[in-house]
């Protein structure tokens, strides 16, 4: 077994073209932090992209920065913090979820993984953000898409493409992201002791108000205290978080608590604790307790999560807590993934998309990891798959099982005619 431990792009292609010319999958990884997630790999050997790490372009001016692939994300966002920008999509720290240490999670890796956190409904994911990339495809092909500039228009955005793929098209070397001013000042409204569906309203009331609310994330009874060290106790939370400039904030607030004061007690959390408490919610810390218990992350539509979940805990015993208003789900099973049941509730009850987040490597062989895709929409990731990769070399089968060489060889021929 190889491990491959670039420094420069052209040391990433050359890899890349090595393992095309010998027919030798490559497990493209960072720092680990996110491995354990997919399919277990089927590669001999490794492209580490760990060392190819630093931030080449940073403009606070024009609200861009470029970094290389490898380039540790907590040094991303202690370089913007300290200009008090931010990557406004809040991407998740996956690593206290699977057993690893926090903050070990790559730039490559947020946009490999499409990541995104609580501010999800008003920021987007990391596609949202990307302006650019340089890459090199499974074809041993180097190619770049996108630019450093905000309003840029070059045709297809292959940077989009690469979100979501993780690194089963192409191995990004350098990547490019918008950011954006942090705010002033935050504030969480609590309100107290709401089942799931009375959460469920409650959200929904604040984030069709004027409002503008950021982030709201329902914690059931157990969750609350698994959360900001327990001090918000075993009662149910649900969370709504107000941003901006002080007084604007403020008069926000009071908006809340005129709807919702009916609704429950109302607790608040200012600046500092409140950045703690969402940060919880966005490393889903109530089920990083250490074990591989199955771990899902379910997105479905926001009025219906709860009936899904309350239709689910009839049959398997299960804990569950809410964001994104209720629509993700982040879902722990006591014993089997269940993954036929769970997904057939997720289709009673308006549809939507579950992955197996953690789990032991039996149950993520056996079963789909990642929502299995309709016919149509499987031939079209086929395609897309033989025309980057069309000898499977990139973290194959991580997403789903592996073509074989004649397959994939017939659909890149259809491809290129």
């Known amino acids: 077994m190889t491990t491959?431990?670039?420094?420069?792009?052209?040391?990433?292609?050359?890899?890349?073209?090595?393992?095309?010319?010998?027919?030798?999958?490559?497990?493209?990884i960072g720092h680990g932090s996110k491995r354990a997630i997919g399919r277990p790999q089927q590669a001999e050997h490794t492209l580490d992209l760990s060392k190819l790490s630093g931030v080449t372009l940073y403009e606070p001016a024009e609200l861009v920065l470029s970094a290389k692939a490898g380039t540790p994300l907590a040094e991303i966002e202690r370089l913007l913090a300290e200009n008090g920008q931010q990557l406004a999509f809040e991407p998740i720290d996956y690593g206290p979820l699977l057993g690893e240490?926090?903050?070990?999670?790559?730039?490559?890796?947020?946009?490999?993984?499409?990541?995104?956190?609580?501010r999800r409904l008003k920021a987007g994911a990391a596609r949202d953000h990307i302006l650019g990339i340089h890459a090199v495809s499974g074809r041993g092909e180097a190619f770049k898409s996108g630019g450093r500039v905000v309003k840029n228009v070059t045709g297809y955005d292959l940077s989009k493409v690469m979100a979501g793929s993780w690194g089963t098209l192409a191995v990004a070397t350098d990547v490019t992201f918008k950011v954006l001013p942090a705010a002033e000042t935050e504030t969480t409204l609590i309100i107290r002791g709401l089942l799931d569906d009375n959460a469920t309203a409650a959200m929904s009331i604040a984030m069709g108000s004027s409002a503008e609310v950021s982030s709201a994330a329902h914690l059931p009874e157990r969750m609350a205290s698994r959360v900001f060290d327990g001090k918000l106790g075993s009662d149910p939370a649900t969370l709504l978080r107000v941003e901006g400039f002080g007084p604007s904030v403020a008069y926000r607030l009071g908006q809340l608590r005129q709807m919702l004061g009916n609704a429950g007690p109302l607790e608040e959390l200012t600046e500092g604790a409140s950045r703690a408490l969402w940060r919880d919610v966005r490393d889903v810390c109530p089920f990083a307790d250490g074990s591989d218990k199955p771990v899902w992350r379910i997105s479905m539509p926001p009025a219906n999560a709860h009936h899904m979940v309350l239709a689910l805990r009839m049959q398997v015993a299960c804990d569950a807590f809410y964001d994104w208003q209720g629509g993700l789900v982040w879902l722990r099973m006591e014993g089997e993934p269940e993954a036929d049941l769970l997904r057939g509730l997720i289709r009673q009850f308006g549809g939507g998309h579950a992955t197996l987040v953690r789990a032991a490597p039996a149950w993520r062989a056996a079963i789909p990891v990642f929502e299995p895709?309709?016919?149509?929409?499987?031939?079209?990731?086929?395609?897309?798959?033989?025309?980057?990769?069309?000898?499977s070399i990139l973290n194959p089968g991580r997403m789903v099982h592996s073509l074989d060489s004649a397959t994939l060889a017939r659909v890149s021929e259809e491809v290129t005619s």
């Open 4 to 28: 491959f431990t670039p420094t420069m792009s052209e040391d990433v292609l050359a890899a890349v073209q090595w393992a095309v010319a010998e027919d030798s999958p490559l497990e493209i």
């Open 101 to 118: 240490m926090p903050g070990q999670g790559t730039i490559g890796g947020v946009l490999a993984a499409n990541l995104a956190g609580p």
């Open 373 to 391: 895709q309709p016919a149509a929409l499987a031939a079209l990731s086929a395609r897309l798959k033989a025309e980057f990769d069309p000898k």
